[in-house]
């Protein structure tokens, strides 16, 4: 046994696991068709969100709300996933997000009769308190269903393709998923919007529902599908774990596996850096838009379009860039993508040149997803998948909802010295230094492809220890 409690032994992937399945493209359709409302709700809710307040801060709040579950209630939802079908998990989830959809649409029917056309926001001047706190009780309620539904998808993806495969399939899917959530779906949304406020929030509903069903539509493995550490439960398989400790010590023992594994925890520390300096610059993102690049909701849109070129082809050349350079240059390459695109987004003025610098660090932050998931599913024994991976996402999620509350208050401590375009403009080039001195100093010496390999190397067995600088 390695020191993480990974067995020494090959095993064979069980039946139902293979490179590309039925189980397979009803995930990707699934995932389309969700990410297919997530892009119609990426215009929605923040140009609703406009429209109900103007407040820096206030905005800032609905995003803190959209994102504190995953500061306090990503790991009791690990536990939740190693216990429970994640398939089940997975359906229950989108279906609780179709109901809450529904719900704010008919809040921005009911509560919204006085909010100005969607090219009218110059006209708002106070804030409608009742959609507001409409906004952030379903902001919250759907943030909780978006956490249990990412940790059950993430940590299903082993159960139905096979080790080897992980890179090429997850790289396929965020393709797909990048497609669908910023070609399709914001054009979509800023259509729906013209026709009224509440439409592109009842389509959004609608989306969750097809994907709960086609998940669920999913067969699970024929035969027990066998963890890499050589345990027992399979709750990828539909089957739950029989034993039943309390769920502290279950997610004591995934902190203790994360936090001993040296690589996993640098990365799951320098992600929470990552995500916090890029929500501290995006914070006021809509406002930033509206104000200082002037655009209406098409040119919204349009920036994430044009934006996601950089990740759709990112997704597609996951695999072979991988191959060519090394998952460490590439990782390391996006933190220096990353702190040059956000210090330089901070001068602009153009719409179309943000659009591109952000296509630039799309295309990076793909490779990044790419290998770090493949990097998890494939050396965190299957039976702390979930455990593990709700860890890990603690550290990188839980910062989200911190730096979109220092965002929002920079811009509003800023705006009491200076004009409102400098005030907005201040988040971006304080994340883009806090880019440079804390992530230079931290993450580059140990985002390396040698550390890497030896981290995929251990969870097959024990290595001898080397130098975390080392390698390319």
């Given at each position: 046994?390695?020191k993480?409690?990974?067995?020494?032994?090959?095993?064979?992937?069980?039946?139902?696991?293979?490179?590309?399945?039925?189980?397979?493209?009803?995930?990707?359709?699934?995932?389309?068709?969700?990410?297919?409302g997530?892009g119609?709700?990426?215009?929605?809710y923040?140009?609703?969100?406009?429209?109900?307040?103007?407040?820096?801060?206030?905005?800032?709040?609905?995003?803190i709300?959209?994102?504190?579950?995953?500061?306090?209630?990503?790991?009791?939802?690990?536990?939740?996933?190693?216990?429970?079908?994640?398939?089940?998990?997975m359906?229950?989830?989108?279906?609780?997000?179709?109901?809450?959809?529904?719900?704010?649409?008919?809040?921005v029917?009911?509560?919204?009769?006085?909010?100005p056309?969607?090219?009218?926001?110059s006209?708002?001047?106070?804030t409608?308190?009742a959609?507001?706190?409409?906004?952030?009780?379903?902001?919250?309620?759907?943030?909780?269903?978006?956490?249990?539904?990412?940790?059950?998808?993430?940590?299903?993806m082993?159960s139905?393709?096979?080790e080897?495969?992980?890179?090429?399939?997850?790289?396929?899917?965020?393709?797909v998923?990048?497609?669908a959530n910023?070609?399709?779906?914001?054009?979509?949304?800023?259509?729906?919007l013209?026709i009224g406020?509440?439409?592109?929030?009842?389509?959004?509903a609608?989306?969750?529902?097809?994907?709960?069903?086609?998940?669920a539509?999913?067969?699970?493995?024929?035969?027990?599908?066998?963890?890499?550490?050589?345990?027992?439960?399979?709750?990828?398989?539909?089957?739950?774990?029989?034993?039943?400790?309390?769920?502290?010590?279950?997610?004591?023992?995934g902190?203790?596996?994360?936090?001993?594994?040296?690589?996993?925890?640098?990365?799951?520390?320098?992600?929470g850096?990552l995500?916090?300096?890029?929500?501290?610059?995006?914070?006021?993102?809509?406002?930033?838009?509206?104000?200082?690049?002037?655009?209406?909701?098409?040119e919204?849109?349009?920036?994430?379009v044009?934006s996601?070129?950089g990740?759709?082809?990112?997704?597609w050349?996951?695999?072979?860039?991988?191959?060519?350079f090394?998952?460490?240059?590439?990782?390391?390459?996006?933190?220096?993508?990353?702190?040059?695109?956000?210090?330089?987004?901070?001068?602009?003025?153009?719409?179309?040149?943000?659009?591109?610098?952000?296509?630039?660090?799309?295309?990076?932050?793909?490779?990044?997803?790419?290998?770090?998931?493949?990097?998890?599913?494939?050396?965190?024994?299957?039976?702390?998948l979930?455990?593990?991976?709700s860890?890990?996402?603690?550290?990188?999620?839980?910062m989200?909802?911190?730096?979109?509350?220092v965002?929002?208050?920079?811009?509003?401590?800023?705006?009491?010295?200076?004009?409102?375009?400098?005030?907005?403009?201040?988040?971006?080039?304080?994340?883009?230094?806090g880019?440079l001195?804390?992530l230079?100093a931290?993450?580059?010496?140990?985002l390396?492809?040698?550390?890497?390999?030896?981290?995929?190397?251990?969870?097959?067995?024990?290595?001898?220890?080397?130098?975390?600088?080392?390698?390319?």
């Open positions: 046994m390695s993480h409690g990974v067995s020494d032994r090959e095993v064979s992937p069980p039946r139902g696991v293979s490179k590309i399945g039925a189980n397979y493209r009803k995930l990707v359709a699934a995932s389309a068709v969700s990410n297919i997530d119609v709700a990426q215009i929605a923040p140009w609703l969100a406009s429209a109900v307040t103007r407040n820096p801060l206030l905005i800032a709040v609905i995003g709300a959209q994102r504190l579950p995953w500061l306090v209630f990503t790991l009791p939802a690990g536990v939740l996933t190693d216990r429970k079908d994640r398939r089940v998990l359906a229950g989830a989108n279906s609780l997000r179709a109901v809450l959809t529904v719900f704010v649409a008919v809040a029917l009911g509560f919204g009769g006085d909010l056309g969607p090219d009218e926001l006209a708002v001047v106070d409608d308190v959609l507001y706190v409409a906004l952030i009780v379903s902001s919250i309620l759907l943030g909780i269903g978006e956490v249990v539904h990412d940790n059950a998808a993430q940590t299903f082993p139905i393709v096979a080897e495969h992980l890179e090429h399939a997850n790289g396929r899917l965020y393709t998923e990048t497609v910023q070609f399709v779906g914001p054009p979509f949304g800023s259509l729906l013209a406020f509440a439409v592109p929030f009842f389509v959004d609608g989306t969750f529902a097809v994907a709960a069903v086609l998940v539509w999913i067969a699970p493995p024929t035969a027990r599908a066998i963890a890499r550490g050589g345990d027992t439960a399979a709750p990828s398989a539909g089957l739950e774990h029989v034993d039943r400790r309390r769920w502290q010590d279950e997610l004591r023992e902190v203790r596996w994360l936090w001993d594994h040296r690589f996993l925890r640098s990365l799951a520390i320098t992600l850096l995500n916090l300096l890029s929500n501290v610059s995006t914070a006021s993102w809509v406002l930033f838009a509206q104000e200082v690049l002037d655009t209406n909701s098409t919204f849109a349009l920036i994430t044009i996601s070129i990740a759709l082809v990112g997704g050349l996951s695999g072979r860039l991988t191959r060519r090394g998952s460490g240059v590439l990782l390391r390459w996006a933190l220096v993508t990353f702190t040059g695109v956000t210090v330089v987004i901070g001068f602009v003025s153009s719409w179309p040149l943000a659009a591109g610098l952000l296509a630039l660090e799309f295309f990076t932050t793909v490779q990044w997803n790419v290998i770090t998931v493949s990097l998890r599913q494939t050396i965190i024994p299957d039976r702390l979930g455990r593990v991976n860890v890990y996402r603690f550290f990188a999620w839980g989200i909802p911190i730096g979109t509350a965002g929002g208050l920079i811009v509003v401590l800023t705006e009491r010295l200076t004009s409102r375009e400098t005030a907005l403009r201040m988040p971006w080039w304080i994340a883009g230094g880019y001195v804390l230079g931290y993450a580059l010496p140990r390396t492809t040698a550390n890497i390999e030896r981290a995929r190397a251990e969870a097959k067995g024990p290595v001898p220890s080397a130098d975390t600088g080392s390698g390319r």
